[in-house]
């Protein structure tokens, strides 16, 4: 187990880009981190054109003045490799590795992730510059971690891309025989008589073939675990004990594989980036955060970017409420993170995110934002006893959401049934409905080892495998409880129906048999008998062997069942064909959680008084954050870390109050 | 006269795809349609790929034992030639023969209908894989007509376009000053000094063409038929006596000339996907039917694709209501379609269309859907009297509506006064209008021979020829009542404005001229002084020996005729310069219906009471069906062929109900 | 300085194509012409096809007659250099010298303005168009004036754009290094190495560099500027003595730069087409006036182009309401046009633009339309007096808006805070406030010569430069009023932040620092406490010397200040953070202008009532123009050049009136 902690101190500060700023800035920077108790800088994710000008040549002097700069003030440094952004001499040197888009458009360099992660060049390149660096700075004292890439997540098609698809797919299907079921081909006259046939699925007439696409998306993600690879090889012969990472951008983009990039990582990290603020925006870095700490699947984790003063909203900047920065990074400590990272430092005076924003914003040190960072860094200073473990362990979870990267990437498909439906949405819904009720979970592999779970939540997984089911059916039967989702388990693998019924994969295990699909339109809905309203999708299920739960009243599903429940093994299994309004799914969860004999961390936890333990060593560590407008109370026994005041029961948590309790009795 | 009927029976079936399916499901088939009493399957329509797997290698025999398989179960074919989906080898071995976007994007295969029309490579693919299946089930017995291609419709730009769209234009224009002076090329200095400088329409900097456009149409529609006629020729010779046909795909396609490809035709046959549900799908039924039925110009006719279960809805699939695909089969069977064929027989468990609904849907025979496409059969086979017509007469319609591609064409020029404006939409609402009233029409093009009809309607026909106002005239002149609508007759053929008034092609007759065209805004109105809205459009018309109807008492043309009739010899032809709302346009052809003296085919029909008169050899079969949720009356004198119930006057039609009377008295 | 009248008239006409009529057709429009009291005729403006019909082959014939014809008829000729549309043989001859887009896409003729400004060819082909008609025309008698182009605006990208665009680069930059630092490149490694690494910023993979945009736009502005220049250098060998001009498209074209194409040119012409009809159309026209006197800077200017029939509107055309358009050329006049040309004369019969309305409408003379021009010929006619002047100079105005062609291209960033704001849109709020109040502006660049206005106004001028600061604290130091809006100032000329606070480059001189941009949602508003809402935007602002106006009461901001002032020198400035509702505006606006003086030209003006005092040798001439619905009361005193009325004092002008006083006592 890596440990990035240094001298008891959880890491916080930011990239820094000492290469946009003359190097007097550079010394007022130190003073400024020094106030700010800041550890640790994060360099060169976007500095490949300031390290190599030109091919083959390279300038590490200003990097080096920099990190011993640093050093000398008690700084560590992340250093990455800059591979995410190619120098404008690479596109001159190398047009043929530039990206394609899928109407054909060769792009060029002048933003970033110019590069095509298929193109020999561009790898070759990536491998150079990566070795450089390597060599460099890898037995620096001031190493604290290797930061490789940004974001992975670049799709191209073209020549290079069509060529390694063919060699991807020969490696997977070895028959082309194979492959043409798999695609299901004889519709539409699509079958391939030789490899070469093949292409990327570019833009075509019509609708594509929801096979290859899948395919496309499955190898695209691993022609990007492909470069990272690389990169790691290099790095641990340069630097064998400095661990390494790659940044994920959660939660919207799904152009890799994170189960498959976090299992190559020492540690996981995310980028962040609120969608909302006050409690909805807590709802949403707990997402992130459950997101992080269950990638690793027990590997430490760190938020390596998020925004000081900023929720992404559509067309405009939006700055963040007082004191929710301060909320807001006190979760992902309590769910694990090793400390909090910022994008960025200091504020550029130009490029494409001038309005990006930062630690230390346009108007200087003597600003709100600012004064937030410097009582956040000694905030996590107190939290020095949290590095003593350096996987940031928080209580074990009873509850676990199937999370299924194929199933997120079938919901891109033109061909579904309703354009309406989202895999990541249906999801983040169940999340949210839980983190409310003040319930943590887990994500989970439906193939993971279940057994430490009582209740398993399946929201909408479209895809599963035989394998899967089994696992699931083998949940229940040794007495978990399971609540399935509308339209789980409809297709296989390769994105054919379980013909027999729909959500045929878990039909089974739910006892019942789904004859029709009946997605509803924008602003219809339908009733069930148990008061709950149902938008988006609704289905004819038929009984064979569970039981109903709830019956529709309306719609063409009129007097059918909703929702059924059916007893397998000691364990239950629902099954919902619709989407319940949120009065409905809370009370659902409350029912299947009361069965599973789940409870909340704390007393009083939901509803925006998040409680969370964290343990470090033989200790626990209750979270008390209020994220809502009100005070609250709830229970505890302990020492604040921050105050040091001393609770042995009944604790009141004034709205917008975080309180971190080392607990005399542990939990 | 072609006959499509084998033994006494209609048609009834569906695309069916044996090379999707392992052949123990083959044997499946054959019990579920001999259950569903099915007398017709459709084979390979997509079946490239698996009858030329590799360039000149056919592998046919996989479809000899499907025919001979439903052969010797009774079940006849209707066998397609394969070309509208070239397998992905042709992208491979004739790269310059895929389609290319207005922009320039040369698309790929992935999908389907991926060639370009034009290029020569494709051309001859097509020859021979036509060639190759006629010559080896030419003779076959199970053969009951040709279906060449699918749906044609695909237009593509690019070198090998250009030069066939300059051969046709040499061929049109013989003198380039003719074609100059027809495109208007003085304006924006487009003249042109040589052929070789003419493009097709592509990408260019502002505004295209208006005629340059719609010759490309032109073009691009007779290429289509040239595609159409290469195939005819090969099939004529490999089996002179079976009919053929191509599928058009009704109602929003317009890529092709229906008057033409039907002219080179056996029979027609359409593909009809109902755009609404209830009432108002039977509306849109009736308008695809009766497109049909004109198109064929007295030839059979045949619903070759409908959707088992399905509307087409944005963004999803929504079922059928209980009982609607009996109802909706049975209009088209009413109006003249010598069975009713579905796309497709067995849903697919992959491809792109897996959720289009299917006779035999994934859940399998123990369905909703199954059981309703076994109640169709047997309703179908107690219709068997009718096959005796092969032509599906109807009774003979009094009333016409202008259906005129040009126009269509026409409308999406960017050139327009106004883009709310679209000439099948302006059709489709006159023709719902007369359905709700119970009246029967035919569409024609206004050259036709209009002897037979006493009302003729010309619903917004922007294009109009010397010739057909001569024909309107005459037909006027004659005795018959016209209502034109605005912005008929605007322009001549090559799109230029008729001068001295806009509607100017029909303004003598119509005793008008409109000076100005007024648009109106989306949700902008004006009130006429019979009680009338007006939306859409307004004009200044000024009366030139017509008398004003209605007047504006708002709007700009405030105190200006809305509506005028002319008394032209005995005849009267009305113009109406704004779109009316439902009430008034029903009012209005209330009125001029009684004028021509035009009544429903039967008493009470109207108002989603459909009453259609079908006739075969010498009698006469009343359709009375019942679209609406009441019961309602009408009148019939004969023997219901389902039931066996006679009816000597009053006949209650409850609602939903479908009544097939063979009449007693001959009307 | 020029003289665009002839015999004490001012010119009215439009463009005329006699190469789309048969010449017994150009009889009927020298009748029509006369009828109408034209003078002027602009020819050629697309005539390159049918000037060169093939490549160095002329044919000029049909001209000579055109021109020679209307010379003898005493109308005079305006001639167009037809270089805006190149005939179809030139994309077939320089294939390359077609204009390319951003994503790459080859144009090709089919419309107009296919052409690529950086392209040798065409820089070669419109030089010798140019001096065949210069070297034939210019010294024709009826020749008033050469019309070079047509609306510049095209850009284009592709190799020989690429190639120019460098060229610039480096004599703008000279040392790279300068370049990286201005163009911020140290930022997503976009670092150049070598000059000949710089593309202009075609399609990328995210965000481009706002600065690498804002200098493409520049040098794309200043290419279209060499174009002229060399047209300008042929033009003043073959006819030294003709005025030359190009016409600008306002107001919503921004792809050149309109100071410097007016300061090359000999009188300034705008093309300008109403968004609104009735008051707000006024207010756009007299917006449109206002800038096009500015550009001209003491230069004669022209109206060369307006609709006789229709204001601007989505989607469709909109006739204007009779007698507008005498009230709309009378609003031009009065604010110095030298006359009123229109596009065009005759309705065309084809083309794109048969719908763009004519002088002579479709139905001809007798029309209202054609009734109207014949009115407003009279009207213009009576106005010989005002030729006396030609610079069409009008009563100093005290009052200048700031408008800066840079910040108006910098709002085309996708790199803002906010997607909400745009600079000419800013602008013209503030303007159309002014007209509302009856006072007349000029527009400055915000380097110019501020010493002869009372108050200065800066809406949102995101681009600044210290020599610009100076000038503004300079005016306000020495006693002006000024007003400067959110936003102002943020940026230097390479669009980076001014460190420190936004607005910065004015800050000092406002007395503020503005800590936060708080950008608003759509829908979204706050509250200030003198009653006031603001929507788009707030800011934390902090007083550093100013004195607050008005505080927010709501929003991130409340409490703190939302519109300050502060006394500089003898003047005062004003900051207002938000965007202020109507009302507010206009009441912050009625308070500086009391502040400085500064009253309407006459009384009464204001709300619709619009006056403007023009100049004519020693006279002046009060144009009073009643836009709205009711009769109003205003004072003059002379005599009517309409009517022949005199006035002493009180004067009704009705609603819809125009009178034009010649003054007694002269103002």
Redesign the interface.
Known sequence: MVDLTRNGRLLFGGDY?P??WPEEIWLEDIRLMKQAKVTTATLGI?????LE??EGVYAFEWLDRAIDLLWANDISVVLAT?TA?????F??AHPEAM?V?R????????????YNPAALAYREAARRITRAIGDRYGHHPALQGWHVHNEYG?VSYGPAVDEAFRRWLRERYIDLAALNRA????????????W????A????????????ELDFKRFSAELLLDCYREQIAILRETSPDVPLTTNFILSTWLNYNHWELAAASDFVSIDFYLDADGVEGAAHAAFGADQARSFAQGRPWLLMEQAA?ATV?P?????K?RGEILRTTAQHIAYGSQGALFFQWR?????????HSTMV????ED???FREVVELGAFIDQLGDLSLEPAGRVNGRRVAIVWDIDSWWATES???????FNFQAAVRRVHRALWFLGIGVDFVRPQDDLSGYSLLLIPSQLVATPEQATNVRRFVADGGEAVVWYFSGTFDA????I????SGMFAETLGI?????????DGESVQLDNGAIGTVWSE?VQLRGAEPWAHYTTG?ARGGPAVTHNAVGSGHAYYVSTELDDAALTALLVMVLAEAGVEPDARGAGGGLEAVRRRAGDHSYLFLINHGNEDRWSTAFGTDLLTGSTYEGSVLVVAGAILVIRESINN
Chains 1, 2, 3 share one sequence.
């Not at 952004?85 to 001499?89: G, I």
């Not at 914003?361 to 200087?364: A, C």
């Not at 033109?414 to 309406?420: W, Y």
């Open positions: 880009n290469e946009q976007f500095s490949w054109s300031s000008p030109r800059p952004s190619p120098p404008p001499w596109t001159k990206p888009t109407a054909g458009v060769r792009l060029v360099h002048g933003s970033r992730d110019t670049s695609w299901y081909t004889a519709f539409w006259s699509q079958g391939y008589g030789d070469d046939e093949i292409l699925p570019q833009q075509t007439q019509y609708l594509s073939n929801p096979a290859h003063n909203k067309g405009r900047i939006v700055a409420p504020a550029g005076l130009g490029g494409s995110e001038a309005f914003p346009h108007v200087g600003s709100r934002v033109s061909s579904l049934p309703s354009d309406r390769n994105l054919q129906i013909p027999g019924g729909y048999r789904v004859e029709e699909l009946l997605p509803l339109a004819s063409f």
